[in-house]
């Protein structure tokens, strides 16, 4: 789907760039504006962390997302819950629908697929557990502080045994998905294919990440007030804003 029914006024944006295939990219992203990350050729996976970015020891929490909303596949009004039963991101806009829980991180192992091209010189594949090593690294962050991700751009299917499949369900060329902050948020991504992903082919599109100010939200904004866990969860978040403001 095109961006063009939801564009953004210019004098809005306060950062605008294009991630690689296999690249990786971590900013902060302050309480009130909205991180648009859009895949204008498709996408088969962007792997995302998230932490507060005024006390990182609170972070996205895969778990509780989930079980607090009732599913695991996040699309449009939905939240993205912190470990302190916290609201890090609220999703405003998504074109796609496609975002899971529970399908982790690309690894070593999980590039194994690609062995074969890479003995032939075809390229180093990236994959995004090394990726969010190297950006944590770099926000004095480490290897203990990678926890369970959120999957952007793809959909897995949960087996009735709880096994997890590649469902061959990937975001379109121009899907977008909006994130705005609810605290002051240190993001990370990865733009890797997502782990189960079948094809022996490392097919990574380019990304774009666009952060800008996005309005004050009204009273009756579809995430705040979707259900009762959300309205209780903002409660949370709105207190903790107020206590990092003094």
């Known amino acids: 789907m095109s961006t063009t029914q939801h564009s953004i006024d210019p004098t809005l944006v306060t950062w605008d760039e294009v991630i690689p295939g296999g690249a990786y990219w971590s900013r902060l992203i302050k309480r009130g504006t909205t991180l648009r990350i859009v895949a204008p050729e498709g ?73 074969d091209r890479v003995e032939k010189g075809d390229g180093d594949y990236k994959n995004s557990r090394d990726n969010f090593l190297l950006a944590l690294t770099k926000r004095n962050l480490g290897k203990q502080d990678i926890m369970p991700n959120l999957n952007l751009f793809t959909r897995i299917t949960v087996a009735p045994e709880g096994g997890l499949t590649w469902a061959e369900q990937t975001a379109q060329p121009g899907d977008f998905i909006d994130l705005r902050a609810e605290m002051n948020a240190l993001v990370v991504l990865s733009n890797c294919p997502h782990p189960l992903d079948p094809r022996s082919t490392y097919d990574s599109k380019p990304i774009r990440a666009i952060v800008w100010n996005s309005p004050t939200p009204a009273t009756d904004d579809l995430c705040r007030t979707r259900t009762p866990e959300a309205v209780r969860g903002f409660q949370n978040t709105d207190a903790y804003g107020l206590q990092v403001a003094d």
Request: net charge negative; proline share 1%.
């Open 43 to 115: 996408s088969r996976g962007v792997a995302c962390l998230c932490y507060n970015a005024d006390n990182p020891i609170e972070r996205y929490n895969a778990a509780d997302t989930a079980k607090i909303q009732f599913n695991a596949f996040l699309q449009k009004g939905m939240l993205l819950y912190s470990d302190m039963g916290r609201v890090l991101f609220s999703i405003t806009e998504d074109t796609c629908g496609l975002h899971d829980t529970l399908g982790g991180c690309s690894t070593v192992t999980t590039n194994e697929k690609y062995i």
